[in-house]
């Protein structure tokens, strides 16, 4: 049985977190989820206790708390914002996994806003030195955990990091929201992964995926 890991969510109302505290609540996982609007964060947690009564969930008070507390922690929050709570979290997630699933998109969609030469998640692993920044689930749209096997294919999502069991640690997180994971390398991966969901999002929009789209290694 695989030890019980204790993740935290910040940013778990939005339309990744939410994804994301509903998929990977139905694994072998304590879930602490914060939210800066309190009502819509309790409202998440009624609804995955209502659909999941096993679920070891609950609203953390504060990220640095909740951080403190985790092996892992998610930030589902926009690149913008990814300053502001590296700042808050910095002494409490030395050494622990920290998930970045941010895509660095202009305002018009259509390119991104880091220099050539690095990503968002390097730019965070910056912020954080002593934490091991992975970078997960930044290709998958919110309606892919809702529906991880599109057009009878299970969804990729690509994992990146400089920490081989952090990695893994994360891959296994991967397949517990539903999809299979690709171990794509190093963390300046992140790069290119970040600029494979741009390009998604370009097609999606120009073709209207409807936000249901992914991608997947086809391979002999």
Same mark, same amino acid.
């Given at each position: 049985?695989?030890?019980?890991?204790?993740?935290?969510?910040?940013?778990?109302?939005?339309?990744?977190?939410?994804?994301?505290?509903?998929?990977?609540?139905?694994?072998?996982?304590?879930?602490?989820?914060?939210?800066?609007?309190?009502?819509?964060?309790?409202?998440?947690?009624?609804?995955?206790?209502?659909?999941?009564?096993?679920?070891?969930?609950?609203?953390? %008070?504060?990220?640095?708390?909740?951080?403190?507390?985790?092996?892992?922690?998610?930030?589902?929050?926009?690149?913008?914002?990814? +300053?502001?709570?590296? %700042?808050?979290?910095?002494?409490?997630?030395?050494?622990?996994?920290?998930?970045?699933?941010?895509?660095?998109?202009?305002?018009?969609?259509?390119? $991104?806003?880091?220099?050539?030469?690095?990503?968002? %998640?390097?730019?965070?692993? +910056?912020?954080?030195?002593?934490?091991?920044?992975?970078?997960? !689930?930044?290709?998958? !749209?919110?309606?892919? !955990?809702?529906?991880?096997?599109?057009?009878? +294919?299970?969804?990729?999502? !690509?994992?990146?990091?400089?920490?081989?069991?952090?990695?893994?640690?994360?891959?296994?997180?991967?397949?517990?929201?539903?999809?299979?994971?690709?171990?794509?390398?190093?963390?300046?991966?992140?790069?290119? $992964?970040?600029?494979?969901?741009?390009?998604?999002?370009?097609?999606?929009?120009?073709?209207?995926?409807?936000?249901?789209?992914?991608?997947?290694?086809?391979?002999?």
């Amino acid at each position: 049985m695989n030890t019980k890991q204790t993740i935290a969510i910040i940013g778990a109302t939005g339309n990744m977190g939410s994804a994301l505290s509903t998929a990977l609540a139905k694994g072998n996982n304590r879930l602490l989820l914060k939210a800066t609007d309190k009502d819509k964060l309790n409202a998440l947690v009624d609804a995955i206790r209502s659909t999941n009564p096993q679920a070891d969930i609950e609203a953390a %008070a504060c990220p640095t708390d909740a951080s403190w507390e985790a092996d892992i922690i998610i930030l589902a929050v926009p690149y913008a914002a990814e +300053k502001d709570v590296a %700042a808050q979290i910095r002494e409490v997630a030395n050494q622990k996994i920290v998930i970045s699933i941010a895509n660095p998109l202009n305002e018009t969609y259509d390119g $991104l806003v880091t220099e050539p030469g690095t990503s968002a %998640a390097e730019e965070l692993q +910056k912020l954080l030195p002593h934490s091991r920044v992975v970078k997960a !689930f930044n290709t998958t !749209f919110a309606a892919d !955990f809702a529906t991880p096997v599109i057009d009878g +294919k299970q969804v990729d999502a !690509f994992v990146a990091g400089d920490d081989a069991e952090a990695v893994a640690t994360v891959s296994a997180l991967v397949s517990t929201a539903g999809f299979r994971p690709i171990e794509a390398g190093k963390l300046s991966v992140s790069r290119t $992964l970040e600029g494979m969901q741009l390009l998604l999002i370009t097609l999606g929009i120009r073709n209207n995926y409807n936000w249901l789209a992914g991608w997947k290694i086809l391979h002999q």
